[in-house]
């Protein structure tokens, strides 16, 4: 018994809500019923969303694009027919590139059968008059599309025009935008996050689940290619196009501009994951360079060791040195803080800062109109205009570039206060509070503590390495860790206890005890290596 294989096709992904694709299913069980001598075939064929004018359901991964392979393969066959809704359903190309793609299925013994008015196609109805009805349908649905694309860029354009006369214009709006193009009040804090994340080094997968999980509504479907898309839309500053001032800007132009300079870095590198655990990513293994990850001991941290040695013993790393949780956080607290500052510098621009990332963008954005109009000029050698473009060109590009030398030689003022007492507050409440984020503006600046086997302990930036020797007893109690450094030994506490939050002070006596009572608990200070072992 021949089979009956449906394909169904609507252009917008916002039909799928409707019922297109619950119509065309009907008409297709509609017609099984009515011709009992077909069986409906397993083999369906979709293209939801897929636009039919612009072919590309008949690209790799289209679903017309499928059927064909399965005609090709035979498992279409002769006799067998096609069950589509309506003619334009098989595509809205011109009437030459129609009849190409639908040959193959005609050539074959295979029947098009259009369900709207249940007039059947094949090879041998075309040789008489039905295909100045084919040829009818494919010029009446391409014609209509084209029509219809026509009118939308005129639209396009005049809508345009309006936003730069500062009309206001209504378009499809990113989630934080009414229709209107107002600001969504409670929404905005949450953009301004994702861009605040994202430069500090939080992934975009990372923030998609923060907001999902924040129980705002409009965020419960949020995804990491949802947010990229956020962070690249310049309707953030306000843009439509090269349009700007045409929404209210939920973030600042350097804000965004640093968020582009972080998509280029992170393109350029390879792929890593946000580490739930604010150690893991920052200590890493010195033998394979792989992560350390913690041993827990009835239920707390207890050391960290390498995760590749774990896996596969021997056999994937031979470093298979455990190093004490509060060694590690001992030396963090020694060596972290003067990273995280400058972190903090790298996200919290000065002035100068926020006029070389103006210039910057201005630059490349001068430089890319340079590259077209000699292209163009290539072409066109005897444009006058062309040239006098260049020359404005290459004149904007020297003046943003002498702008930049002169930028890049100019230092702000420091800070005041020399013990850094408003960055521990901040370092100790994302600590509390958030530690992923600091994890991972740790990571943007390079810090990391890399262990060997012998126990010795390099930090990143530091002139010379600590070295962990064992543990320090009393009968069968641990008294601490040993530690050295300088040809000094230090005995660390075996307890980690994390810092509370701070409260803002005026009183630099306040700050500098706050800032000391961040240190590590030790059990004995600064004993020589050489009496140590004497003793």
Not at 124 to 131: E, F, V
Not at 241 to 258: C, M, T
Not at 389 to 408: C, G, M
Not at 500 to 510: K, M, P, R, V, Y
Request: aromatic share 8%.
């Amino acid at each position: 018994m021949p089979s009956a294989i449906s394909y169904i096709r609507f252009s917008s992904s916002k039909q799928s809500d409707g019922n297109s694709h619950q119509r065309q299913m009907e008409a297709a069980q509609r017609w099984l019923i009515n011709n009992p001598s077909y069986t409906a075939s397993t083999m369906n064929f979709e293209d939801l969303g897929v636009s039919g004018f612009h072919g590309d359901h008949i690209k790799d991964g289209g679903g017309w694009a499928k059927l064909l392979l399965a005609v090709e393969a035979g498992h279409i066959k002769a006799g067998d027919v096609v069950l589509v809704e309506a003619m334009d359903r098989t595509g809205r190309l011109p009437a030459l590139q129609m009849i190409e793609i639908i040959r193959p299925v005609l050539q074959a013994g295979i029947a098009i059968i259009t369900l709207d008015d249940n007039n059947k196609f094949d090879e041998d109805s075309l040789n008489g008059p039905q295909i100045f009805l084919l040829v009818a349908k494919i010029q009446a649905a391409h014609g209509y599309s084209k029509i219809l694309s026509e009118r939308t860029k005129e639209s396009y354009q005049i809508r345009k025009e309006k936003a730069r006369k500062g009309e206001k214009v209504r378009r499809g709006v990113p989630i934080w935008l009414t229709t209107d193009g107002e600001l969504k009040a409670h929404l905005a804090p949450y953009i301004k996050e994702v861009f605040d994340l994202y430069i500090s080094g939080v992934g975009k997968n990372t923030i998609a689940n923060r907001l999902r999980a924040s129980g705002v509504p409009e965020f419960k479907t949020c995804s990491g290619p949802t947010v990229g898309s956020w962070l690249q839309n310049t309707t953030t500053i306000g843009y439509w196009d090269d349009i700007p001032d045409v929404y209210p800007a939920v973030v600042s132009k350097e804000l965004f501009l640093q968020a582009q300079n972080r998509w280029k870095e992170v393109a350029k590198s390879p792929p890593s994951r946000t580490s739930k655990n604010f150690l893991v990513g920052l200590v890493k293994c010195g033998i394979c360079d792989g992560n350390l990850i913690f041993h827990n001991k009835d239920g707390k941290p207890h050391s960290m060791r390498c995760l590749t040695n774990h896996r596969l013993r021997s056999n994937g790393c031979s470093n298979n040195k455990s190093i004490p949780h509060s060694v590690i956080w001992y030396i963090y607290t020694l060596t972290a803080s003067q990273n995280f500052r400058r972190a903090l510098e790298k996200i919290e621009l000065t002035a100068t800062d926020k006029r070389k990332l103006t210039v910057t963008a201005e630059l490349e954005k001068v430089q890319a109109k340079i590259v077209r109009a000699v292209n163009a000029l290539i072409s066109l050698p005897d444009m006058p205009e062309i040239v006098s473009s260049l020359k404005e060109l290459n004149a904007q590009r020297d003046t943003l570039q002498v702008e930049l030398q002169i930028l890049d030689r100019t230092v702000d003022e420091p800070g005041k206060s020399s013990i850094h007492f408003n960055e521990s507050l901040v370092e100790d409440d994302l600590l509390i509070n958030d530690p992923i984020r600091l994890n991972s503006l740790l990571k943007g600046v390079d810090y990391t503590i890399t262990t060997y086997t012998d126990g010795l302990i390099i930090v990143a930036g530091e002139s010379y390495p600590w070295l962990y020797t064992g543990v320090k007893r009393t009968g069968n109690r641990t008294l601490g860790y040993k530690v050295q450094y300088l040809a000094m030994e230090d005995v660390i506490s075996p307890e980690v206890s994390f810092p509370s939050c701070g409260t803002q002070t005026e009183n630099e006596s306040e700050q500098m005890r706050y800032v000391l009572r961040r240190s590590h608990k030790l059990i004995s200070v600064g004993m020589p290596v050489d009496a140590v072992y004497l003793d």
